[in-house]
């Protein structure tokens, strides 16, 4: 809106026309729709030559891409083949409405600030943004839109690999990406028998088990708990932080959550001041209590 530019989603897979009015509905003004058996499982040579040659054809201002496994492949490989800049895990964006440049802030220096980037000598500028840092865009049923159905030449398309199959990470237990109540524990927990607390409240409220970086480091839970920077970015509809002081490591894994609540024997911690409900006390006094009450 900022650009007065129209909303352009590319659809790529094979038996997907369907899914282009979904994107419709969600915002896109325009879908461009390459819908084939070829794109059937992602393959870096086809899906990169395809968006290479749809970006040098319609010269967009701005592409964004999620910073999935996928996506980090897809992404780097494209701005190398465009000869244009790739800023990657942002966990913002804004518009400089002088230049029309691309503000894309991210954690920089092992997450100890946050870095604002600008490609102010090449177009298009490229992000690849973090998993749910953005709220998902309100669905707009009816809502009207034109589909582009682009045609593939093969001939000019070498594809350097085979899809054999899909193994699936079976070892992944806890999807905190998905989760709608979160009950994370930190280093105020002081010792590993703390998270059977966390487990306890978070079982009470029908919610995941999330950590800091310091515990998992400690050993004391799993790293597919963690939330944060080098884990996993999750909003859910409530957070609830126990012992978490609120490093920026972690604030940016969690800070787009709809309501999040603190608990802290700190009340000038980053985690209080971010809080919804900021709750100073001790967390081993205080989430009984709370256990307690839910149990009436």
Aim: hydrophobic share 40%; aromatic share 6%.
């Amino acid at each position: 809106d900022k650009l007065s530019v129209k909303l352009c989603a590319v659809l790529m897979g094979n038996k997907i026309e369907s899914r282009a009015k979904d994107l419709i509905e969600h915002g896109a003004d325009t879908v461009y729709l390459y819908d084939d058996e070829m794109l059937n499982e992602f393959q870096d040579d086809p899906y990169c030559e395809l968006l290479s040659q749809l970006i040098l054809e319609e010269k967009p201002e701005i592409i964004l891409m999620g910073a999935t496994n996928i996506g980090r492949s897809f992404a780097s490989r494209v701005a190398a083949k465009i000869h244009t800049g790739l800023t990657a895990d942002c966990t913002g964006l804004d518009i400089e409405p002088e230049t029309r440049n691309l503000m894309q802030t991210r954690p920089a220096f092992g997450g100890n600030i946050m870095a604002t980037i600008l490609t102010k000598n090449h177009r298009p500028q490229m992000s690849t943004v973090r998993h749910k840092v953005f709220k998902k865009a309100s669905k707009n049923p009816g809502r009207k839109g034109e589909i582009i159905k682009k045609k593939i030449d093969k001939t000019k398309i070498k594809n350097r690999t085979k899809f054999l199959q899909f193994v699936a990470d079976v070892s992944q237990k806890v999807n905190l990406a998905e989760a709608d109540i979160i009950v994370s524990g930190g280093r105020g927990l002081g010792k590993l028998e703390g998270f059977l607390l966390i487990e306890e409240l978070a079982k009470s409220i029908g919610g995941a088990v999330g950590a800091s970086r310091a515990t998992v480091d400690a050993g004391w839970i799993a790293y597919s708990h963690q939330v944060g920077q080098t884990g996993r970015t999750v909003a859910p509809k409530l957070y609830i932080a126990c012992g978490i002081s609120g490093q920026i490591q972690h604030l940016v894994g969690m800070q787009s959550s709809d309501i999040i609540v603190a608990i802290n024997k700190d009340p000038e911690c980053p985690m209080m001041k971010l809080a919804t409900y900021a709750i100073e006390g001790d967390l081993y006094q205080i989430i009984p209590e709370i256990v307690k009450e839910l149990k009436k």
